[in-house]
């Protein structure tokens, strides 16, 4: 009983350092019409800063998962939460000067410090949880989900009532608070250290690369929709700020019952074919978003589909990389799967807002389409592997 109660504390103290870690990354496209024209940027230059610090996001996981495995996971969430949370102060600053300089190195640092957290929890979770990994890969992203659903309307609220650049710091005070509680109550959470693999031998590992390349896929629409989705609505549907905040809030609000399903699923039936089906609805909700002749349905419809579909992933894309690659090299795989999603990913991000700029917002949404598909191709070739 007493081991079990041990690792409910553990997955609720990963599900509010996965919260916060999120939470981090979705407070500026709620409040990006504010802070484009505090620094009078324009959309490809935004986009430019967000690509840069998404890329530091998805380098720093290369460090983040050997280093777990080195110094232990619990010192390497706490280093993560009580830097990351440290470097939101340096917006008060970007604001008072109006500069994208100083707003870039704050975003950056954020994202640096940020980056270690992924690759160190996963390579815990797919440890210490054994027998049921798909399914509290799943929890893990409830916990990360469920605190992240109401950032965007607490972050438009924060900014619009106090500026922008408190936004920011108000989570990053939870993230160090946090950081205290996380060292206190989760030392045991971490795994005795045992010799590790190398970035190279991981990626000696053949059957991890058609997962690499749909891994790749993936990121490269998400975050571009991360970034962009509040904007188009406002733009491109006519819809308040507000109302674009609140709609973000709804899609990550969807994304809660999904890590769930996707994670007990993934154990009943595999994770590939989870992966088809999750592939499909992506899909089909940008085209919705795009086609739909009635824009609030299309909305609608996109919230659903792609809230459902893009966070019931998650938990089947974790364990399936897990099952794929041996225990001394995990740190340094999911290392390389965040950095391939958020690094390489990122790459949208800056190509989306500069086909913005010159054909609207539109043309972001069918490049974003195009990745989904690509996707959806690739999960047919995925390996299929479950747990023993």
């Not at 777990?68 to 440290?86: C, N, Q, R, Y």
Request: proline fraction near 3%.
């Amino acid at each position: 009983m007493e081991q079990q109660s041990n690792k409910r504390i553990h997955i609720a103290l990963l599900g509010a350092a996965h919260s916060f870690n999120h939470s981090l990354f979705v407070i500026a496209p709620p409040l990006l019409s504010l802070i484009m024209n505090d620094l009078n940027v324009s959309k490809s230059e935004i986009g430019f800063v967000s690509m840069v610090a998404s890329l530091v996001y998805g380098v720093g996981a290369l460090v983040g998962g050997p280093l777990g495995d080195k110094i232990g996971e619990s010192k390497t969430i706490t280093v993560s939460l009580a830097f990351a949370g440290l470097s939101t102060f340096i917006m008060i600053a970007a604001g008072f000067t109006s500069s994208i300089i100083v707003y870039a190195i704050a975003l950056i640092l954020m994202a640096a410090w940020a980056s270690l957290y992924h690759p160190t929890a996963n390579s815990l979770i797919s440890k210490a949880f054994k027998g049921k990994v798909s399914e509290t890969m799943g929890l893990h992203g409830v916990g990360g989900t469920l605190g992240v659903v109401l950032t965007p309307t607490i972050a438009w609220f924060l900014g619009a009532s106090l500026g922008w650049p408190w936004a920011f710091v108000t989570f990053g005070l939870l993230c160090i608070l946090l950081a205290f509680v996380f060292i206190r109550g989760s030392g045991s959470a971490s795994r005795e250290k045992s010799a590790h693999g190398t970035i190279l031998d991981a990626l000696r590992i053949r059957e991890l690369w058609v997962l690499l390349i749909f891994n790749v896929a993936i990121g490269l629409f998400m975050k571009g929709v991360e970034l962009f989705f509040p904007l188009y609505l406002q733009q491109n549907r006519m819809i308040s700020s507000e109302g674009a905040a609140f709609a973000y809030t709804l899609l990550l609000l969807a994304g809660v019952p999904a890590q769930w399903i996707g994670g007990n699923t993934a154990d009943k039936i595999g994770s590939k074919k989870v992966l088809i089906v999750t592939s499909l609805g992506i899909t089909m909700s940008l085209l919705s978003l795009l086609f739909i002749p009635i824009p609030m349905v299309g909305i609608g419809v996109f919230i659903v589909l792609y809230g459902l579909c893009f966070y019931a992933h998650q938990p089947a894309l974790n364990s399936l990389t897990g099952f794929l690659s041996p225990e001394n090299q995990r740190g340094a795989v999911y290392g390389i799967f965040f950095f391939t999603s958020f690094g390489l990913g990122s790459l949208s991000q800056f190509i989306a807002g500069y086909l913005a700029d010159l054909y609207g917002l539109d043309s972001a949404f069918y490049l974003f389409t195009a990745f989904a598909l690509i996707a959806l191709l690739l999960s047919f070739m995925l390996p299929e592997k479950r747990e023993k």
